[in-house]
């Protein structure tokens, strides 16, 4: 094998230009490269300015170009068909060491091409310190690995310049100043602020090591670490991806002809589903669960006046689930009994009048509860990863509480006696697993990993019937391969939080789960009871999504703020009827849709931009979706009577009007009053007929 390279200085002249052709290694379904051969490879040249990779197209790759600039500090500028796709921004690669000090790397002082990587030097602003790295190009991507040589590092992150790459997508629920993710999800990310420093397998919230852009360019992280992401902190138009270690930053960078593409090569390394936890009765109808209707302050007696009301009503669903606050103590995963006197007959009731029966369960044991002592003197809980000869304990909103170990079996078998006994007692269908599986306080067990420990949640909560709430695991091939039912975090209950569930559902599908639902409609984080028309309109949206999750009454609830029953009139319970009728009609053409994310991996809520890469405006449009295929869903998600709904290009058959409209236009102030909700079937798509059948 000849090998290229070259040390200079930065007074270097001009170097003489050279190139190497080598094998090619195009890239496979699954992510990993494939032996190929071939005379029109990826090569490395070299100008008076700049040392450049090309790696030319394939029939199905479109070919791109890495720069990286032999004078000024070291930047990385990746482009198609000679235009810049993704750039890296100031102090691109950063790291610290010892006072924990940004430094960066500088100048390029010496390049080498061997074996199909391409190995790049560079000096550092840290004293005696450089930068090494690696790129290895296949045909629609390459990997980015890179250590610092010289000092023990700490952290390492890159940096991009958000508008080299137009807008960006994909990272999961985003913390923002503005109330993230409860009642803030920006779309596109660059249209607002995020500020995550715990992004991690860890986390509460559903997030990905994954981004990708209206350029067709994409970035993943390969990391099990904590990362510190910054998107547009502060409006800097910077996009910092810190990795919160010192090991070597493995990345890959995406370059391709649509951003579907770029989705699709992402799915092809962390892989599709499998299943669906969810069957074909969950996807159709309701789940009505007891927390935003009640919070904590629920009993037996409320609850079955709760599911009677509803039932009364006609107002259909699949499952009674009752949610936090049934437990003596938490942990002990016995009922309370001067809540819940009598809880089998409880069930039966709820049984009698169509329901299935469903309660939330954790792994988080309070200090209070009497299973705690007995489980930390067998070693059942996670240890401290302080002190790991004792306890790991966590705060949550419910107190202080040591983690079951998923890691030891014996831990995972007691806890699953436990379980088992109680819904055997009790006649219980199925349970809402919730909190986490792990806390970055704790340390594992045998050396058991963040992505462990989401891996071993998972395969705890599969051998269950989660009733359609699913569990909320990410970051990793055994999350995404899971094929849980996805629900968001708690959102409030004003028009901002459902705006915010409806991108928040775009980021979740776009990243790699496909069967997304809303928070519970009419949202459930503790602020006053929804207005009858944030609560309508909740439901509305919902219909339009894969899974319908319900809480809070359209007959009448509690406002958590003051404990005053609030009453909604029959107009709030025939239109809440009315969306959980469309859902219903919708569902064979949904379970279509699971069928197909099964087979490819394909998300059913998608931005317009995945189904129409073409029509610059739907980029930033993050009020609208595409169901599969065939359905765009407009819904009004807020207090106006009107909205302007974008229609990419195609013919459009309007739901609500019976007409047929041609796009790519722009239906301004569409009328929307609280009875309508704006929905279009593209007729020539895959399932229109089925579609229009639903919603003729």
């Given at each position: 094998m000849r090998i290229l390279s070259r040390k200079f200085s930065r007074t270097s002249g001009c170097l003489l230009a050279a190139a190497l052709t080598v094998a090619f290694l195009p890239s496979t379904a699954n992510g990993s490269p494939a032996q190929a051969s071939g005379a029109h490879g990826p090569r490395v040249s070299q100008s008076a300015g700049a040392v450049t990779l090309d790696v030319p197209a394939t029939h199905d790759s479109p070919g791109y170009s890495l720069s990286v600039p032999k004078s000024g500090q070291l930047a990385l500028t990746t482009r198609r068909s000679g235009h810049t796709v993704l750039a890296t921004g100031p102090d691109a690669l950063r790291f610290t060491s010892g006072d924990n000090t940004?430094?960066?790397?500088?100048?390029?002082?010496?390049?080498?091409?061997?074996?199909?990587?391409?190995?790049?030097?560079?000096?550092?602003?840290?004293?005696?310190?450089?930068?090494?790295?690696?790129?290895?190009?296949?045909?629609?991507?390459?990997?980015?690995?890179?250590?610092?040589?010289?000092?023990?590092?700490?952290?390492?992150?890159?940096?991009?310049?958000?508008?080299?790459?137009?807008?960006?997508?994909?990272?999961?629920?985003?913390?923002?100043?503005?109330?993230?993710?409860?009642?803030?999800?920006?779309?596109?990310?660059?249209?607002?602020?995020?500020?995550?420093?715990?992004?991690?397998?860890?986390?509460?919230?559903?997030?990905?090591?994954?981004?990708?852009?209206?350029?067709?360019?994409?970035?993943?992280?390969?990391?099990?670490?904590?990362?510190?992401v910054a998107l547009n902190s502060g409006g800097d138009g910077l996009g910092r991806f810190t990795v919160e270690s010192g090991s070597t930053y493995k990345a890959t960078v995406f370059v391709e002809s649509t951003p579907r593409d770029v989705y699709r090569d992402y799915i092809g390394i962390v892989g599709k589903p499998r299943q669906s936890d969810a069957t074909y009765e969950q996807y159709a109808k309701p789940l009505w669960n007891s927390w935003a209707q009640f919070y904590t302050n629920v009993n037996q007696e409320k609850l079955l006046e709760y599911a009677t009301d509803l039932h009364a009503n006609g107002v259909d669903g699949h499952t009674i689930q009752l949610d936090d606050k049934w437990e003596s103590n938490y942990g002990n995963m016995t009922f309370d009994p001067k809540a819940y006197p009598d809880p089998k007959a409880m069930s039966d009731q709820i049984h009698a009048m169509g329901y299935d029966?469903?309660?939330?369960?954790?792994?988080?044991?309070?200090?209070?509860?009497?299973?705690?002592?007995?489980?930390?003197?067998?070693?059942?809980?996670?240890?401290?990863?302080?002190?790991?000869?004792?306890?790991?304990?966590?705060?949550?909103?419910?107190?202080?509480?040591?983690?079951?170990?998923?890691?030891?079996?014996?831990?995972?078998?007691?806890?699953?006696?436990?379980?088992?006994?109680?819904?055997?007692?009790?006649?219980?269908?199925?349970?809402?697993?919730?909190?986490?599986?792990?806390d970055d306080h704790c340390t594992g067990r045998d050396g058991n990993t963040r992505t462990d420990y989401q891996r071993l949640g998972s395969e705890l909560a599969d051998s269950y019937d989660l009733q359609g709430a699913g569990i909320r695991v990410h970051w990793g091939s055994a999350a995404h391969q899971a094929g849980f039912v996805i629900r968001q975090i708690d959102k409030g209950t004003g028009w901002d939080s459902l705006r915010?569930?409806?991108?928040?559902?775009?980021?979740?599908?776009?990243?790699?789960?496909?069967?997304?639902?809303t928070d519970m409609i009419g949202g459930s984080s503790g602020q006053p009871a929804p207005t009858k028309e944030v609560l309508v309109r909740w439901a509305q949206t919902a219909s339009y999504m894969p899974l319908m999750y319900a809480s809070t009454s359209p007959v009448d609830t509690i406002d958590a703020t003051t404990g005053q029953k609030v009453d909604y009139d029959q107009q709030t319970v025939d239109l809440y009827r009315e969306a959980i009728a469309r859902h219903e009609r919708l569902a064979p053409y949904i379970w279509d849709q699971v069928q197909n994310s099964l087979r490819t991996g394909d998300p059913i809520v998608r931005p317009l931009f995945f189904d129409f890469p073409q029509d610059k405006a739907g980029y930033t449009v993050g009020d609208e979706w595409m169901l599969g295929p065939a359905v765009l869903s407009a819904p009004n998600l807020t207090s106006a009577d009107t909205r302007d709904i974008h229609l990419p290009p195609g013919r459009w058959y309007d739901v609500n009007r019976h007409t047929t409209i041609k796009g790519p236009t722009t239906l301004k102030a569409y009328a929307a009053p609280l009875g309508v909700t704006p929905a279009f079937v593209n007729l020539h798509a895959k399932g229109a007929v089925e579609a229009l059948r639903a919603l003729r």
């Open positions: 940004w430094q960066h790397a500088t100048t390029l002082t010496g390049w080498r091409w061997r074996d199909g990587v391409l190995t790049l030097t560079a000096d550092t602003t840290l004293a005696g310190t450089t930068v090494e790295a690696r790129v290895t190009p296949t045909a629609d991507r390459y990997r980015l690995d890179w250590d610092v040589k010289g000092a023990g590092a700490t952290r390492l992150g890159l940096t991009y310049g958000l508008n080299s790459a137009g807008h960006w997508y994909g990272h999961g629920e985003t913390t923002t100043p503005s109330g993230g993710p409860y009642t803030d999800q920006p779309w596109p990310l660059d249209a607002g602020q995020v500020e995550q420093d715990d992004f991690s397998a860890a986390s509460y919230q559903m997030v990905d090591p994954f981004w990708y852009t209206q350029s067709s360019a994409g970035l993943y992280v390969d990391t099990g670490d904590t990362m510190d029966f469903g309660l939330w369960v954790t792994l988080w044991i309070n200090l209070d509860s009497a299973n705690y002592q007995y489980a930390a003197d067998h070693d059942y809980l996670l240890h401290d990863a302080a002190d790991p000869t004792k306890p790991c304990t966590v705060t949550w909103w419910n107190g202080t509480a040591g983690i079951v170990d998923l890691a030891n079996p014996e831990a995972k078998a007691w806890y699953q006696g436990n379980l088992q006994k109680l819904m055997d007692t009790y006649d219980v269908d199925g349970l809402k697993f919730d909190t986490r599986f792990f915010a569930a409806v991108s928040q559902n775009l980021a979740l599908s776009t990243i790699g789960y496909p069967f997304v639902e």
